[in-house]
């Protein structure tokens, strides 16, 4: 079925759902899976530095709960954190996608707000029309 997968998490409910349904498809398939976190940074627009709104810990912590769960079910999981430009998060998904060779990326629909995807456009519906993977959406 699915041998390599892709879950890309942040700290949304929707996430939490995304590696509660990664972890069900790994366990039947024996699957082995790669829970990406992007460290999202603005650039400041009066100084033109890059801003980042979460720390490491914040991070950490959202890596390392997923992967407990995953492996607390038995499944083999690995952690990665990434810093990205805030807007560059789906060629971060793809890249992560293909460097693993994965069978599949699961996301949830939303984990930002709606006014900040108006402006951005959706990551998860960049990764969609952009990837040449399967996408599982959780809702």
């Given amino acids: 079925m699915y041998d390599r ?13 995304a590696v509660l349904a990664t972890r069900d498809l ?5 699957g082995e899976v790669w829970v990406l976190h992007l ?3 603005e650039i400041g627009f009066k100084t033109g530095v890059p801003v980042m709104n979460e720390t490491a ?12 769960v995953l492996t607390q079910a038995g499944v083999k999981a690995h952690g990665e954190i990434r810093n990205t430009l805030l807007g560059y998060a789906a060629g971060e998904i793809i890249d992560d996608a293909k460097e693993h060779d994965v069978d599949l990326i699961v996301m949830g629909s939303r984990g930002r707000s709606d006014l900040t995807s108006f ?18 959406v959780i809702r």
């Fill in 5 to 17: 997968i892709l879950v890309a998490v942040d700290h949304s409910e929707l996430s939490n759902k």
């Fill in 26 to 30: 790994a366990t039947l398939s024996h």
């Fill in 39 to 41: 460290k999202e940074r």
């Fill in 57 to 68: 810990d914040d991070a950490y912590a959202a890596i390392s709960a997923a992967v407990e």
């Fill in 119 to 136: 402006i951005l456009g959706s990551t998860t519906h960049k990764v969609m029309h952009l990837t040449d993977r399967p996408v599982l």
